[in-house]
Structure formats: structure tokens, C-alpha cells
């Protein structure tokens, strides 16, 4: 069987597509380079050892191998089914074949060698049609190794000007490639090759807007790798303003897969000059696709401080100024939710209304703004238009609900501290729950302490359930073990005696109050009952062995220790035998704990664990003391040890001091005399939402 595989340009298939919506601007073209087409080069055999011939059927072979379409790549004619049939290569084959370009001729375009290329042009070699594995042909090879000359020499080659219509594996023209990679000269090199070969071959083609696989233009692909790039980014630069100025349509109309424009994805990236070269290129935008521009413009005018670009998008698209994002928000509460009063301040100017517009979410701009903590932002709300207090979202929530629910400390305290906002302090949402509620439920414990410092603030308001916000905090049952932060929140309504609310009326409600019980795990609580054992032991054993090596030693001949009479030696025995019958008081606790059920494992572990804290700090006081002893000749070293020690003990003391009032405080001295501490407290385990980077 015989099979004819095309070896001159001539025969390289075309696609005819009618000319009808193809218009041409002689103005878009007079600056782009001029190419010229030979019309008839010379014919010469090509020699063996210069470009091996590849076996017959080899094109049409890996055209088939990498699902390429025969029209695509091929002559259109039947020979090729009749010489490769389906039936010749099934799925069962172990093997595949990638197209590949001939190496030599491979080399020579990354490497620029524009003899090698012009010889293979002049021999009319058939492998200048060659493709890589990944379809590239050798016009998307030389476009990316940035080589002008080669560019120029191949277009300059009967036959291969229509490359520039070729797309490799992803969809991208050489042009897409020359974009991606910021060569410029190519580019237009590359833009003036597809117009002359549009006006030639009557082909509906418009380089500019073609899409590869991603829905990226090269004005996309040009913008992408000029918002990576760290050190390239002029050349990229220089190359998506081209094609802005060439074909602005392209900045508006075209949108990739991630349905971003151009457009979108310049105010994205806060390239504010290349913003306003695109928005001046239209006397009005009122059809923009993809994603509205409006949100990451209003981010883009807040990272570079530049408010001017909000006025110049809104006066090209004045209606966008009510659209909303895939989030569901306007840009008035995106513009709120990030803190930005001057944009704030310019979207209200434009529409005073749009304050009043609910986003998807069901929050107002003004229950966005509280949700993230920005006072400033609230204030200048509050300020302009003081009905918007009054605005409830969806859950029937006003702004102090928000911000509670939120743990945003500061804008609670800031509400507090407003005379007109007084009404909210005790609102009652559609679930009957208060801000105080709100706030114990999501575990605030900042908040929470800042909300029953008011006398204001009701402690024994009920929910539609008739819970209190101490039983919102935690239910009655105490099975499970609280978490650091719950038990903080639990602490601060203690303190200011939130009661719970009636056991007779709790009960009644019971079954619409609370989801049904949890089976919990009966292996984790006595794995942490064994695990605490365990140091028990060892901090009993420790003890042990320290009151037969004390300090100093022993007399020789009576077995007295040595400094019996010093006070710290009699402060170092205290501590050591209050720390050994307590260590020895957590393990009896423990292992009595290990034959029960699991109330008896928790209820053990309340009691083990506060004697185990005092353990542990007799053992710490034991050994700062009995240091002192050994190096009471030695003073600075003696005292700085008792420094250390001192040091240490009252900062555990000033942290933990809240913890170990369990009942409410009814002398305000003492709630005063904590309330350092419990904040304290609450910074370092990092309680404090407002501190809290937002997820």
C-alpha cells in the first residue's frame, strides 16, 4: 500500500470559512512590521544526512496517536484511512506514539541558528511542518525562544505563513505563546503574518480574540505572567498595552474559564495604569462580561490609596454600582467589609440608597462592616443616615447582635459607649436571643465580659427556648469537657452572676432547646485520666527520692541532714511533702476513677486535677529553694535563682488566678482585682477574635 505524505507548503491544508464577519482596520495594522511571502522558492532534493527522512505514514500515524483531527493536520485525502485503518491499532496496544519534531531542526529554533533554518526553508524540507509532543509547531517554538529573526524567516516561507493559524495541545497560537512569554517584536511580527494571511485566504479569523483551552486571549495570558513575574514585569508590561490599544474590544468581551476579562483581572491586581488606559478606551461600558469590575476595583483604590479609579469606572458604568459578586454583596458592603471609609464615602455619594440594599447573605452593609469590626466605617454609617440602627438582617439581627455573634470586642464596647444605640442592648433577634446570648454561644469570652460590665445589659433575659446566656454557654449535664475558651466565657458570666434559668422551666422546654445528646467517647476521657496518671507517678517518685537526697546531705555519724536548722531546708521539706501526698492523692483519685463509668471518670478529673496544679507547684517551689540552699555562698547566683523562680510563679499566678474562682464575685472590688488578669489571660491564649486573623 502506498501513501503520498505531503512535502511541499502548498499542500498543508487550510480552513475556509466564509468572509463575512471579518473586518479589518487599516489603522490597526500601519504600525505592525511588514512581512513578505516568497513566492517561488527554489526546489531542491534534500539530502540524507542533512534531515533524515521520517517512515512512511509517520505524520498520519502520530496525528492519529495524539488525537489529532485529519483536517486538522492532514491532507483531506482518503489514502491516509486507506493506508492507516482503525483496525491497525487498537486500544489494546501497549504502545504510544507522541509526535515529535525533527531534532536537529528542533535545536536550531532554540538556539536561533537561522542558517540551519533558512538551508531546511530553501530545500522546502517537510519537516518545517513538523510538531512537538505538544503540538508545537516550529513558529510556536522560535515565538517562545523570543528569536525575531527565525519568526520572521518562517513567515517569510511559502506556506508557512498559515501557521500562524495553528493551535498546539492547549489551544494557544503562536501568538498566544509569544504573549505569554513577553516578547513583543514577535507579537507584532506575529500580528501582521495573521492579517495579511486573513486578507489572503479569506478566513474568518480574528488573532486577537482567539482562546486557547483556558477561554485565555493572548491580552490575558500577556496580563497573567505580568502579575507573577517579580522581575520581568515591563516587558509584559509593554505587551498587554499593545494589545490593549490594538484591540481594546478584547479587554471587555473576552472572559477565560475563571470568567474574568482583562479588565477584571487589571483591577484585580491593582495595575491601576493599565486600568485607566483600558477604561479610556471607551466612551462608555455598558456590556462588560465576566465578573463585575467594580469590587476589585474598590479593593484596588484601597491597596494603592487611590480613590480617583472608583470615579473613573462608575462614570464609564454607573449601573454596576448596585451589582452584586458571586458572594452576593454590593460593592458598598464590599467596600465596608474591608474598611474603606473614602469608598464608603464615594458609593454613597453616587447612591445614597445603596446602604439600604440587602445583600444575598441577608446582611446590610452597615451588619457587614460590624461583622468585620470596622468602628470608623459604622460611625460614618450611623452618622449620615441614623435610621440604620434600625436594620435587622434576615435572623432579625441588628449591628450589635452582629458584632457580638462576631467576637468583635471593640465594636461592641464602641456601641456601648453610644447613648442612641441604647435600644439594641438588650433587642431580642427572631430566636429570642440577646447580644449577651449571642455572644456566649459562639464562646467570646472578650465580649462577653465586656457586655455584663453594663448594667445594662440584662443577665437573666430568656430565649424563646427560656435559656439564659449562662446556659447558653454550657448545659446543665457537664458530660462533655470544655474547651479553654468555653470555660473563659463560662467564667466571665460567673463573675458577674448570670443565673441560670428555672430547672422547672428548662425542663419543660427541654426537648426544643437542645439537640438530642451525643454518645461520647469513654476511651478519650480515660485515656487523658491515664495520661495524667502517668505524670502523677513520676511527680510522686521525684518527691520521694528528694526526701532521702536532700539539700546539703547528711550528717556522717547520725544521718541528720546537715542544714536541718536553715529556714529554706524547712521550706524545701514542706514543699517537697505537701507536693508527694497530693501527687500521691491524684494517682488514689485516678485509679479509683479507671473501675467506674464515665461521670466518675470527669467527676475524678475535677478533683485531681486542681490538686495536681498544686503538686507541680510545691515541686517548683522545692526545687527553687533547695537551689538557694546549695548556693547560699554564692549570693548573686542564689538570688537570681530565687528571682527566676519568683518570676515564674507569679506569672502563672496572675494568669491562672481567674480560674480558680468558680462562683460569682458579688464585691465588685474582686471583679475589678481580676479583671486584669482574665484579660490578660485571654490575649495570651489568643481568646480575643479581634486578634484573630479572620479565616
Known sequence: ????????????????????????????????????????????????????????????????????????????????????????????????????????????????????IEKARDMESCHLFDTSPKLNTILHVAASSGHEKVVKVILET???QQLVMRKNSAGDLALHVAA???????????????????EESQCS??????????????????????????????????????????????????????????????????????????????????????????????????????????????????????????????????????????????????????????????????????????????????????????????NGQNILHVAAVSGKAKAVAYMLKRDNLEMLINEKDNYGNTPLHLASKERHPKVVSILT????????????????????????SNVEFPSFREQLTRQALRYAGAPRAPRSTTSKNMPIMMPPLKLHNEDKYKDRAGTLLLVATLVATVTFAAAFTVPGGYNGSGGVATFREKQMFQVFVICNTIAMYSAIAVVVTLIWAQLGDLNLVIAAFKFAVPIFGLALTMVSVAFMVGNYLVLRNLNWLAYLVLIIGSFVHLTLLILFSPLCFPGSLHHRFLRYLLYYPFCLLIKVTRSDTDDRKEE
Open 158 to 160: 511559502k506556506g508557512c
Open 1 to 116: 500500500m502506498a501513501s503520498k505524505i505531503s512535502s511541499t507548503p502548498d499542500e498543508i491544508p487550510q480552513r475556509k470559512v466564509p468572509m463575512d464577519d471579518v473586518t479589518i482596520d487599516a489603522g490597526m495594522k500601519k504600525d505592525l512590521p511588514e512581512v513578505h511571502v516568497a513566492k517561488k522558492p527554489s526546489v531542491m532534493p534534500v539530502p540524507k544526512f542533512y534531515l533524515p527522512p521520517k517512515p512512511m505514514g509517520y505524520m498520519a500515524q502520530n496525528g492519529r496517536r495524539a488525537g489529532l483531527q485529519m483536517s486538522d493536520s492532514f491532507d483531506d485525502d482518503d489514502e491516509f484511512d486507506d493506508e492507516f485503518d482503525d483496525d491497525d491499532y487498537s486500544d489494546d496496544d501497549e504502545f504510544f506514539t507522541a509526535t515529535n519534531m525533527n531534532p536537529e531542526l528542533f535545536k536550531a529554533l532554540k538556539g536561533g541558528n537561522i542558517a540551519f
Open 205 to 394: 479569523f480574528e488573532p486577537l480574540k482567539e482562546q486557547n483551552k483556558r477561554g485565555n486571549t493572548p491580552l490575558h495570558l500577556a496580563l497573567i505572567n505580568k502579575y507573577q513575574e517579580v522581575t520581568f514585569k515591563t516587558k509584559y508590561n509593554e505587551v498587554a498595552r499593545f494589545l490593549v490599544e490594538t484591540e481594546p474590544v478584547v479587554t471587555c468581551s473576552s472572559i477565560n474559564k475563571e470568567n474574568k476579562s482583562p479588565l477584571y483581572m487589571a483591577a484585580e491586581a491593582g495595575d491601576v495604569e493599565l486600568l485607566e488606559i483600558m477604561l479610556n478606551k471607551f466612551p462608555c461600558l455598558q456590556n462588560v462580561a465576566g465578573k463585575s469590575i467594580v469590587h476589585p476595583t474598590i479593593s484596588c483604590a484601597f491597596t494603592t490609596k487611590n480613590i480617583g479609579i472608583i470615579d473613573t469606572v462608575l462614570r464609564k458604568m454607573p449601573h454596576l454600582i448596585t451589582n452584586q459578586d458571586i458572594t452576593g454583596m454590593t460593592p458598598l458592603s464590599h467596600a465596608a467589609s474591608i474598611g474603606f471609609l473614602d469608598g464608603v464615602q464615594c458609593l454613597l455619594e453616587k447612591a445614597s440608597d445603596c446602604g439600604y440594599k440587602m445583600d444575598l447573605n441577608g446582611f446590610f452593609p452597615i451588619h457587614t462592616a460590624s461583622k468585620k469590626g470596622h468602628i470608623e466605617v459604622i460611625e460614618f454609617f450611623l452618622k449620615q443616615y441614623p435610621d440604620m440602627s434600625e436594620l435587622l438582617n434576615q
Open 453 to 476: 460590665w453594663d448594667k445594662r445589659v440584662s443577665l437573666k433575659s430568656l430565649n424563646n427556648v427560656s435559656r439564659t446566656a449562662l446556659d447558653v454557654a454550657g448545659d446543665y
Open 180 to 198: 505569554s512569554a513577553g516578547h513583543l517584536p514577535i507579537v507584532k511580527l506575529l500580528l501582521s503574518a495573521s492579517y495579511q494571511h486573513l
